[in-house]
């Protein structure tokens, strides 16, 4: 467990990180340091190390942080379904996608968004699963924590407190207009535990806006957690999701990706990630919303990546 680290400190491990581990490493060389140490660990012992820090979940009162009419049980006939349901969330790759938990007070009812693991302490998510709107600039929730792997009532890798989180200055400080907010809407969140040294987490692909030829033919996946039909009345639990997709429009101008998509509550945060192998994924964008039957994505650019280590160093200590 890393012990909280003063602002000064902070700022230099995530510069680092952003530099080492995010910006163009995808185009030109492979990035070896993204391996869970869960890849070749037998089953069995996965679930004897988790044992002391998994726990389960109890929430009556939570609901999506952005509310719709679908869920994953109401489906309209005739209507695309999400394509499965992953259930063994120790394992990776599933076990790098989580549900970002808030709460609005810490007496609040809770709300929930998706996230993927970047690093072994780094969240991607989108920034309104973390950020209220008040005006003139937009403050974080009092209470965060990530739940990586959450399946049904368990939090296999418990619930993990987020010490930090960055996010473009556009958004915070409604720098941006209500046409380009969506391709500001991305945060960065800093758990104070790296779990995603058993998790494992997913490399990011950030490419330049105008080498959209290099993602425009992949197959591509989301995987999230919808709002889901109760088992039982007054317990509510997670059911992680993937939609795939290969028909995607690239909208270099804005950084939007876009596709049809259902608007399932709860989907908001989750990753938009093509697989290179069975072993090796790469995150290029975040699941911000659905408009009509289009999802929309925020585009992780190269240039984005860069200007949020921008944003880190000018942090005032």
Not at 94 to 106: C, P, Q
Request: aromatic content about 10%.
């Amino acid at each position: 467990m890393v012990l909280a680290a003063g602002k000064t400190e902070m700022q230099k491990i995530l510069e680092e990180a952003i530099k080492n581990q995010l910006i163009g490493f995808k185009i030109h060389q492979e990035d070896s340091l993204r391996k869970s140490t869960y890849w070749s660990t037998p089953e069995t012992l996965i679930e004897s190390k988790v044992a002391k820090i998994g726990s389960t979940l109890f929430y009556k009162e939570i609901a999506p942080i952005k509310a719709s009419v679908k869920n994953i049980s109401k489906k309209k006939e005739n209507e695309p379904e999400l394509t499965k349901r992953h259930t063994n969330t120790l394992l990776y790759p599933f076990s790098v996608h989580g549900v970002v938990l808030i709460k609005e007070s810490e007496n609040g009812v809770a709300k929930w968004g998706s996230g993927t693991m970047i690093a072994p302490s780094f969240v991607l998510t989108a920034a309104h699963n973390v950020f209220d709107e008040q005006k003139p600039t937009r403050e974080r929730y009092p209470y965060i924590r990530f739940i990586p792997g959450a399946n049904e009532d368990k939090a296999p890798f418990g619930e993990i407190e987020v010490e930090d989180i960055f996010a473009p200055e556009e958004y915070i400080n409604y720098k941006a207009g209500e046409g380009d907010i969506d391709s500001h809407d991305y945060a960065l969140l800093i758990l104070k535990t790296p779990i995603g040294n058993l998790t494992g987490y997913l490399g990011v692909d950030a490419v330049a806006a105008e080498q959209k030829k290099l993602l425009e033919w992949r197959e591509m996946y989301v995987v999230g957690y919808p709002q889901a039909e109760l088992k039982e009345e007054n317990k509510f639990h997670f059911e992680q999701w993937e939609e795939k997709e290969r028909n995607f429009e690239f909208d270099e101008k804005n950084g939007i990706i876009q596709y049809q998509s259902n608007a399932y509550p709860g989907l908001d945060g989750s990753g938009l990630f093509y697989k290179k192998n069975r072993d090796v994924s790469y995150i290029v964008g975040v699941y911000i919303r659905n408009n009509g039957d289009v999802g929309k994505i925020c585009w992780i650019t190269k240039e984005k990546i860069i200007s949020l280590d921008r944003g880190i160093s000018k942090q005032k200590v």
